[in-house]
């Protein structure tokens, strides 16, 4: 086979300081090769911006082009864990292992939240 090692280039790159940002277009080249992970281009991309902490790299959007070998996504780096909690959306903070997924289905929940708009005064506060 080909050799298995991948390029990872950045384009579009802008520092937005409104968010505590970086961002930019991810292009990655791997012939011969599946698709990279996330994790390591996560790892690339913090090693190759100094990044003290990975988790401060967010990847997502990527598409593979027809044929293989060329991915394309987009990724933010973000100044801290604190402002990309705060920033980022709940499902990708999920993805990355930040936050817990919500227990039970979704009609456990619905119902659930149904049940106590039911209730009133003190026992809607002890079934919380």
Do not use: W
Not at 25 to 32: E, M, R, T, Y
């Amino acid at each position: 086979m080909a050799d298995k090692t991948c390029t990872v280039r950045t384009r579009k790159f802008i520092t937005n300081r409104l968010l505590g940002r970086k961002q930019f277009v991810v292009d990655v080249l791997h012939p011969g090769r599946p698709t990279v992970s996330k994790t390591e281009l996560s790892e690339r991309i913090a090693k190759m911006y100094k990044v003290q902490d990975d988790k401060t790299v967010f990847l997502f959007g990527f598409k593979t082009k027809f044929g293989g070998g060329r991915t394309t996504g987009f990724g933010l780096i973000y100044d801290t864990l604190d402002i990309a909690k705060k920033i980022e959306p709940k499902y990708r903070l999920r993805r990355a292992g930040m936050m817990k997924k919500p227990e039970g289905s979704r009609k456990q929940r619905k119902e659930r939240k149904n049940r106590i708009k039911k209730l009133r005064g003190k026992t809607k506060n002890k079934s919380t």
